[in-house]
């Protein structure tokens, strides 16, 4: 399991800044969860603006 960010990102960064493990980085269309990092913590989603990042 791992969260995902979805086509809503504006990349703003604010999740990458604040997961504990550094799973976030800024892909290629918005910011990207790498799966085999994230702990599932739901930081990012409560940090996001949009709610882009939500659990899979
Ligand atoms: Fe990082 Fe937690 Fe978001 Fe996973 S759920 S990407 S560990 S902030
Ligand atoms: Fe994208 Fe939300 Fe992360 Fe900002 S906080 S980079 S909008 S997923």
């Known amino acids: 399991m791992a969260y995902v960010i979805n086509d809503d990102c504006i990349s703003c960064g604010a999740c990458a800044a604040g997961c504990p493990v550094e799973a976030i980085s800024e892909g290629a ?9 994230c702990v599932d913590c739901g ?3 409560g940090t996001c603006p949009v709610g882009a990042p939500n659990p899979q």
């Open 29 to 37: 269309a918005h910011y990207e969860i790498n799966a085999d990092v």
């Open 43 to 45: 930081a990012c989603a």
